[in-house]
């Protein structure tokens, strides 16, 4: 007879009728024992995102499955969401920024969806692997040359976070006075903190990148997608830029985080060199979106035979979904991580070859790194959606700084510096609170100034 898993620390009783929290620090210590507990009560929990915001969870990878792969049933359009359609969802939440409707392809459905997706894909599509790698390994030496000499880093804020910030600078043609207000808005999007205010200052600052784009165009994504078929309106524009730039901030700056915790606590990765297959571990067990894919039934209907309401705010835990399988010894790229259906990341390649690409560099320079602190005494940061880490924390043999070729301006970036921003600057980052000059210095770095 199997005896019962019993609650985690901090974790209501499943039988009380409570639901479960996913924004506390107690379920970002140890959510893999949250999962293990709501999975034995069947395919979906009841749980509570935020103050005040209500969610059914789908914690069954074949029941998860299921609903990504069936748009009919479950639609994206979070218009649909009776709690928020109904008021009772504070216009402040923390978690609305990344819930409430934008019109891009994570919130439409149907022929729109498709539409707008297309012009995601194809665009990235003009972006060759040979160039994206350059970019990436360019700006890895740069930054590991910061620290090398050291003998010490937290590769979270001295090298992970910091990746993708020259990547989108160089593929989106983002100016520096647009970027530094573009990284306070994900960043406060995602860890909930003036989560309002944050949402308002990205969507402001890529609403000056259009305009500046459509002024002056450049061999970059964002005025690839201007020039697409699709014919994206501004307002299209702006949010579809939201959605990448959000994406490919905070998760893929997390997923390398997350892949370096993978190498530094398995020694036979480390040891072998096996970047791939640890990345392939890393979204099997600590993917870096771990609770979202909000959807929203038309119907009353149910999960694998639990009943769910239309206009619920249904969440997908690919955190839950991916280890009951990963647990049971599951190595293939079947993950969730991407999430599925059509709604599955339309970049996801792209992604991937930023983190590999970012992983191999490290270690490639630093092969002695290790952890500089016990692994159970690292930090995992709260919130609903995101798995992501405090900090790590390494050391390394110290490295004299390899001499580095300083990356030449693409088009675009002659572009950037010749014509400021049309439409008008509005505070400061300074003034909105971000933490400024993080894409200042790559842009400085870039340009030579």
């Given at each position: 007879?199997?005896?019962?898993?019993?609650?985690?620390?901090?974790?209501?009783?499943?039988?009380?009728?409570?639901?479960?929290?996913?924004?506390?620090?107690?379920?970002?210590?140890?959510?893999?024992?949250?999962?293990?507990?709501?999975?034995?009560?069947?395919?979906?929990?009841?749980?509570?995102?935020a103050p005040g915001v209500d969610a059914t969870l789908v914690t069954d990878y074949s029941a998860a499955l299921d609903l990504l792969?069936?748009?009919?049933?479950?639609?994206?359009?979070?218009?649909?969401?009776?709690?928020?359609?109904?008021?009772?969802?504070?216009?402040?939440?923390?978690?609305?920024?990344?819930?409430?409707?934008?019109?891009?392809?994570?919130?439409?459905?149907?022929?729109?969806?498709?539409?707008?997706?297309?012009?995601?894909?194809?665009?990235?599509?003009?972006?060759?692997?040979s160039r994206l790698s350059r970019i990436v390994n360019q700006a890895a030496q740069f930054l590991i040359n910061q620290f090398s000499a050291r003998g010490s880093a937290d590769l979270l804020r001295d090298y992970a976070q910091q990746l993708p910030l020259y990547v989108f600078n160089e593929l989106f043609g983002c100016p520096a006075e647009i970027g530094d207000r573009v990284l306070f808005g994900i960043a406060g999007m995602f860890d909930g903190v003036n989560a309002e205010q944050a949402s308002q200052v990205l969507l402001q600052a890529v609403s000056e990148l259009v305009a500046l784009k459509r002024a002056q165009p450049g061999e970059d994504i964002t005025s690839y997608l201007m020039q697409h078929p699709a014919q994206l309106t501004d307002e299209e524009l702006a949010h579809t830029l939201v959605l990448l730039l959000g994406a490919g901030g905070e998760p893929e700056g997390n997923l390398i985080g997350n892949g370096f915790y993978t190498m530094l606590t398995n020694e036979e990765f480390a040891r072998n060199g096996q970047f791939d297959k640890a990345l392939d571990d890393t979204l099997w067990r600590n993917a870096p979106m771990s609770n979202y894919a909000p959807h929203y039934p038309v119907v009353d209907t149910d999960v694998a035979g639990d009943k769910v309401r239309a206009g619920e705010l249904v969440l997908v835990s690919f955190g839950a979904a991916n280890t009951a399988l990963a647990d049971q010894g599951a190595d293939t790229r079947g993950h969730l991580a991407w999430s599925a259906g059509p709604h599955a990341c339309p970049s996801k390649e792209p992604a991937r070859l930023i983190a590999l690409t970012g992983l191999e560099a490290l270690f490639n320079a630093l092969p002695d790194v290790e952890l500089a602190v016990p692994a159970d005494s690292l930090v995992w940061r709260p919130g609903p959606f995101n798995r992501a880490l405090a900090s790590l924390p390494v050391r390394f043999g110290a490295v004299t700084p390899r001499p580095v070729a300083q990356p030449q301006p693409t088009a675009a970036s002659h572009n950037d510096r010749a014509h400021a921003p049309v439409a008008p600057q509005p505070a400061t980052a300074q003034a909105t609170g971000a933490k400024s000059g993080r894409w200042s210095s790559f842009r400085r770095w870039l340009t030579g100034q």
């Open positions: 007879m199997t005896t019962p898993l019993v609650p985690p620390p901090g974790c209501p009783a499943h039988g009380s009728g409570q639901r479960i929290p996913l924004d506390t620090p107690e379920f970002a210590a140890d959510p893999h024992a949250h999962y293990r507990y709501m999975r034995q009560f069947g395919p979906t929990t009841p749980v509570t995102i792969q069936n748009p009919s049933t479950f639609r994206k359009d979070s218009r649909r969401w009776r709690a928020l359609s109904e008021g009772l969802i504070s216009p402040d939440s923390p978690v609305l920024p990344l819930l409430a409707y934008r019109p891009n392809c994570m919130f439409t459905d149907g022929a729109e969806h498709l539409r707008l997706r297309q012009a995601i894909t194809e665009s990235f599509a003009r972006i060759s692997n």
